[in-house]
């Protein structure tokens, strides 16, 4: 089955830096790649999302980078806010009527002041 | 209504308690997931229903009984749990090919479970 890597598991910034996770996947068949952001006891949150048919996509502050051939993806936000901090995690879905993901071990990011 | 629902919130049972989770949908997504997240881990899928036939079982014990009585609800229903079953069960839901956007995935709040 697909297994996703993520890295690095914490990460530290200071406000108004840029954050970049990095996460690899090992099944080829996958094409759907999307970014959760979940807050302390809240639900993941879609984030932004990237098809294998692209290899770039950005929603202000926010974009992701896909490379099919390194099978990697990653997550790029700039002008870091305290409200960034939370735990991002990365996925990948193979197709099918319905999307099956797997998850990447996620990234804590810690914006300071 | 764009969001998915959960109930109960909260959640203690015995280890010879029967008890359901319930989700529910308006969104008109015809797949329909659960996943189960243990603390500081990232949420493992647990079952896939598919215009209400169950897709995909993850290998996940008979003591989680899913149910999918119509296109916008889910049931989770739990007997036997065992101390090690507690986490937050989150229930989630998109669109189904070929719709558009249909691998997007949204998440309801979860119900945090205990079981003692």
């Known amino acids: 089955g697909e297994n996703v890597e993520q890295h690095p598991s914490t990460l530290s910034v200071q406000e108004g830096d840029s954050a970049v996770i990095k996460c690899t996947y090992s099944?080829?068949?996958?094409?759907?790649f999307p970014w959760y952001k979940q807050e302390l006891g809240k639900r993941p949150q879609l984030i932004i999302d990237?098809?294998?048919?692209?290899g770039e996509k950005k929603d202000q502050r926010i974009a992701v980078t896909l490379n099919k051939t390194a099978k990697h993806f990653s997550l790029h936000i700039t002008e870091t806010q305290p409200e960034d901090s939370a735990v991002y995690f990365c996925?990948?879905?193979?197709?099918?009527?319905?999307?099956?993901?797997?998850f990447g071990t996620g990234t804590r990011l810690q914006v300071t002041l | 209504d764009t969001e998915v629902t959960q109930t109960p919130k909260h959640l203690v049972m015995g280890m010879t308690n029967k008890k359901s989770l319930k989700c529910e949908q308006h969104?008109?997504?015809?797949?329909m997931y659960w996943y189960k997240q243990k603390a500081k881990k990232p949420p493992e899928l647990m079952f896939v229903?598919?215009?209400?036939?169950?897709?995909i079982n993850e290998s996940v014990p008979s003591r989680f009984s899913p149910e999918c009585p119509n296109s916008s609800l889910l049931n989770l229903h739990l007997h036997a749990l065992q101390p090690e079953d507690s986490a937050l069960y989150l229930c989630?839901?998109?669109?189904?090919?070929?719709?558009?956007?249909?691998?997007?995935?949204?998440f309801g709040p979860g119900t945090r479970l205990t079981v003692t």
């Open positions: 989630a839901s998109s669109r189904t090919r070929p719709t558009g956007s249909w691998a997007e995935q949204y």
């Open positions: 996925a990948a879905s193979t197709t099918g009527t319905a999307s099956k993901l797997t």
């Open positions: 099944d080829s068949a996958s094409n759907y």
């Open positions: 969104m008109g997504h015809r797949a």
């Open positions: 229903y598919s215009y209400e036939k169950l897709s």
């Open positions: 990237i098809r294998s048919n692209v």
